[in-house]
């Protein structure tokens, strides 16, 4: 057997049928909602005049929770940004995808060019995004920023108690960009059940306090009965800045926190990945054939290829990665013309200053990298600034003797993960930031510190120099430790449910005039 045929990672028997009956037997009765900025479907405008196509943006969340949505059949609300969507939809902004084999419904926000300047560019991503990975002298503070935050939260909001209707619903809000959409709901409809993955660091609360509007974004988010972080340490930063900037009541041993009768508890719920869709697109021939025509491009001459991959963004590191490969080749010069750099870095929020800045940067230190070291036969640094197809992606991630994450702050990071389910040959080594929540699972990874450069460019030298078996060793460790989004999903409905059905069932006695352990003994 070989090792594409028996994949050591942690199994679980967890797949969108077995999701769909698992919500049915936590939330009976309720139809599902999930909400999110990002949409999982864009109409485009095709060649052809009058023609539209349809396009599923690249993003790990909508692909994993699209095949959900297709199984549970509800309503998935978001920011209609294909230039076609409009064309499409009906009378309450909805269409039904996927557009092949119609199995739920799409309900599209608009965001005109200010909500877009000033609801996602501003207070989302100027704002919340540097706050929360703290770096608040990147933060912008503008009342107009907020009041459009404000108002298009809003719009999310009104779009969902309308959908929802006379009808009882789980509503699953997506992120940042809707930190005040469950309260904005739970006023119309208090009936429902409501939670929130927060994707980012939850910053501790000597960096939260200087948001001007802080108890206002505590209590949009207290308004759900769950919401979900990466990691322990947000939980607690969350409860931290809950008790010190509001008049809630926390509960630490539960891990929750009351304010105006209404208790939210808080968990950590670490993402994941579809380990098999990235190891099926990294397996097989036309895999290994287009695996030999990039090392033929990236390694004529032989040696080592390592890979990094990352949104254009400031907390990625990727300034900080360059410089400790610039150490490696200037003190270990055994390693010129034998390690090769690959790097996609694809541009993002590239209307906001600190990302065009970051982005000049980058260009530069590969340029000065290259000239400095590159020989006619050999380029150290190949940045790839396009977004590369994900089976393109999955086939670099097998290809690449190692990869390496260095995130200054990250809630996850997902590209760790992906590497090590790409890893069919299980030879690769990844090193990763401490500051990644993935470092705190994947402890068997070599953990690099991002702020140090010349201490990276030894833990590079001493990663690459290790023997075949050890790599074999840590990749095999490292992939036994990986959990599929799927079993993600199902415990954030379990948590959910748990929660849920604590609230409901109380209310549901006092109706019928019961007493709790009445109820029990029968
Ligand atoms: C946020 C949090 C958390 C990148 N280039 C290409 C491409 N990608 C894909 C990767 C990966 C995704 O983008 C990036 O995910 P990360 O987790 O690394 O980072 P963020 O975008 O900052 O995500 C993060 C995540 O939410 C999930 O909760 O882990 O901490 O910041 O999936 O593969 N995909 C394709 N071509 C590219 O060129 N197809």
């Known amino acids: 057997m070989t090792a594409a045929e028996s994949p050591p990672f942690a199994q679980k028997p967890v797949s969108s049928a077995s999701l769909e009956s698992l919500f049915r037997e936590l939330f009976p009765g309720r139809r599902f909602l999930v909400a999110s900025n990002r949409e999982p479907y864009e109409h485009l405008w095709s060649e052809e005049v009058g023609e539209v196509r349809v396009r599923m943006p690249p993003g790990g969340l909508t692909s994993a929770l699209d095949p959900l949505l297709q199984a549970l059949g ?11 969507d409009a064309s ?3 009378d309450s902004d909805s269409v039904r995808v996927p557009p092949d084999d119609p199995r739920y419904t799409l309900r599209r926000i608009w965001l005109t060019h200010h909500d877009i300047h000033r609801y996602y560019l501003g207070f989302s991503n100027q704002f919340l995004w540097p706050l929360c990975h703290l770096r608040p002298d990147l933060t912008r503070i503008r009342a107009r920023y907020w009041e459009r935050y404000r108002k298009v939260n809003r719009r999310f909001a009104e779009a969902i108690v309308d959908d929802v209707r006379g009808e009882s619903a789980a509503v699953w809000f997506q992120d940042y960009h809707l930190a005040l959409a469950p309260a904005y709901v739970r006023e119309r409809r208090p009936d429902l059940t409501l939670a929130h993955f927060w994707h980012i660091p939850w910053p501790p609360v000597d960096i939260f306090r200087l948001a001007p509007h802080a108890e206002r974004l505590l209590h949009g988010l207290m308004a759900n009965d769950l ?40 968990r950590a719920l670490p993402i994941s990945i579809d380990i098999d869709a990235f190891r099926a697109a990294a397996s097989g021939p036309t895999a290994e054939a287009q695996m030999e025509r990039l090392r033929q491009r990236y390694l ?52 906001i200053e600190a990302y065009d800045d970051l982005t000049q940067k980058v260009d530069r230190q590969t340029r000065e990298i290259n000239d400095r070291f590159g020989t006619d036969r050999w380029r150290p640094i190949h940045l790839i600034k396009q977004s590369l197809p994900a089976d ?57 510190n991002p702020y140090d450069p010349e201490q990276m460019a030894v833990d590079i030298r001493d990663a690459l120099v290790l023997p075949a078996e050890r790599k074999v060793e840590m990749m095999n460790t490292l992939q036994g430790s990986l959990s599929t989004i799927f079993d993600w999903m199902a415990d954030v409905f379990c948590e ?27």
């Not at 800045?241 to 939210?264: F, M, P």
């Open 74 to 84: 509800g309503t998935w609300v978001a920011w209609g940004s294909g230039e076609a």
């Open 88 to 90: 499409v939809v009906d």
């Open 227 to 266: 919401v979900g972080f990466q990691l322990p340490t947000f939980c607690d930063n969350f409860l931290r800045c809950a008790q010190a900037l509001t008049n809630a009541e926390i509960d630490w041993r539960e891990r929750s926190v009351t304010s105006g009768g209404h208790t939210c508890h808080v």
């Open 300 to 351: 004529p001459g032989g040696g080592l290829v390592g890979i990094g991959v990352d949104r254009l963004d400031y907390s990625k590191g990727i300034p900080e990665k360059f410089k400790a490969l610039e150490f490696l080749w200037e003190r270990y010069p055994e390693f010129r013309e034998r390690v090769t750099f690959v790097q996609v870095a694809v541009p993002s929020r590239t209307d």
């Open 392 to 448: 393109r992606l999955a086939v670099l991630y097998r290809l690449a003797d190692f990869c390496i994450v260095s995130s200054l702050q990250d809630g996850m990071n997902l590209v760790a993960k992906e590497y090590v389910a790409s890893q069919v040959d299980c030879r690769g080594l990844l090193l990763l930031s401490r500051f990644t929540g993935a470092a705190e699972e994947m402890s068997d990874a070599t953990l690099i």
């Open 496 to 522: 959910w449910g748990g929660v849920t059905q604590a609230r409901v069932r109380p209310a549901r006695l006092a109706d019928e005039g019961l007493e709790d352990d009445e109820e029990i003994v029968a």
